[in-house]
């Protein structure tokens, strides 16, 4: 017999903003999905998209607005519940809920919690709203079914003191045939950022750090590829700096050229001061490139310092750009952990997290 689940999650994977939220659950679940699932993805309405349509076998329903969703989506999980097994909501900065207007079986996702740091990102009264939000999860989910893509993203849980039922860790998987290395590394060498221009993403830091890169590594470049509200930022910050000539704003790419940018590159930073995981690392690992992370929860766990890759701390830039420099001038210790960093990736295969998710839903649903 076919089992039902509504996905709750504020964007789906066709939105213009999705990320690595809506990447995890879409390639996760239409695995599931017409394999003893049949999964429905609930999400906020996006100008030019459907109220409905199937994506990949998944049913996708559009309801709300972008800011209000959340109350949509409460109402509509009410509304409909009977039809479902389980209800999967994705707790990603506002939660919906569901366990105070449902008595249907329920499994929370959790990216990560952006706590303290969401005041880096947004002005006071809306972080205010955000952090109030997230700390109220704690009250109102209590013995519940939890689901966490990192270790670091379970001791946030516990932490916030929230006591669960059940807990699972399904990390992110990756196409581990499609990513590999399409073309050779730059000469001089290219560092790379790629995702949302965001505040909290950090990309300033990257671009803060290259007058001292310049003078460490001669020609290296900095390439940037993604969009976002904080753009205009960085490319003043670039202006302000006098580095113009070697950092270059790509906008969004496709996969194609993601892929290009990573296997061309000799790093790959990623300095977000909060990730759940850090799918771009193994991306990049994939590609024949190791990332320099920030070692802050998440990217902490998606790279083994000194082993698969390097973590630097933010508050540090001239350590970071002593170690950047470091290991681009020690080229046989960089390709011990390029391989180091490929061998770990390819065990990480969207279809191996699917059957770790196929266990957490079955277990949710007999709770």
């Known amino acids: ?101 449902t008595k249907a079986k329920r499994l929370h996702m959790v990216m990560h919690f952006f706590r303290k740091s969401i005041f880096r990102e947004t002005f006071f009264p809306l972080a205010l709203y955000v952090y109030l939000m997230e700390r109220a999860v704690a009250l109102f989910y209590k ?36 990513f590999h290395p399409t073309e050779a590394k730059a000469n001089p060498p290219v560092i790379s950022f790629i995702g949302r221009l965001m505040k909290y993403k950090n990309a300033q830091f990257v671009i803060q750090a290259m007058p001292r890169l310049k003078e460490l590594i001669p020609g290296i470049q900095l390439q940037i590829a993604g969009s976002g ?51 771009n690392n193994i991306e990049a690992n994939l590609c024949g490139t190791i990332s320099m992370s920030n070692n802050v929860a998440g990217l902490k766990d998606s790279v083994i310092d000194g082993e698969t890759g390097i973590l630097y701390e933010n508050d540090n830039p001239e350590g970071f750009c002593e170690k950047a420099a470091a290991i681009l001038h020690a080229p046989e210790r960089l390709h011990t952990l390029e391989a180091n960093a490929k061998k770990r990736a390819l065990g990480m295969s969207w279809d191996a997290m699917a059957e770790k998710m196929k266990v957490a839903v079955d277990s949710a649903m007999e709770s």
């Open 143 to 178: 013995n519940e079914n939890f689901l966490a893509i990192s270790e670091s993203t379970k001791e946030e849980i516990d932490d916030m003191g929230i006591r669960y039922k059940k807990m699972f860790l399904v990390e992110p998987g990756i196409d581990t045939e499609y």
């Open 229 to 279: 509200d904080y753009r205009p930022e960085l490319e003043k910050l670039t202006k302000d700096l006098g580095v113009t000539d070697s950092v270059q704003f790509l906008g969004r790419v496709s996969e194609d050229e993601k892929r290009n940018l990573l296997s061309r590159s000799s790093l790959f930073i990623n300095p977000s001061f909060k990730e759940g995981w850090g799918i």
């Open 1 to 101: 017999m076919t089992k039902k689940i509504l996905l709750i999650n504020w964007r789906d994977i066709k939105n213009p903003e999705a990320g690595g939220a809506e990447l995890y659950f879409h390639e996760i679940f239409k695995r599931l999905n017409a394999n003893g699932y049949e999964v429905t993805v609930l999400a906020h309405r996006v100008k030019g998209l459907p109220d409905e349509e199937v994506i990949d076998g998944m049913r996708t329903v559009r309801i709300g607005s972008k800011f209000l969703f959340n109350y949509s989506a409460f109402f509509y999980a009410k509304k409909h519940e009977k039809e479902y097994d389980l209800i999967v909501e994705d707790l990603n900065k506002i939660p919906f809920f569901t366990p105070l207007g």
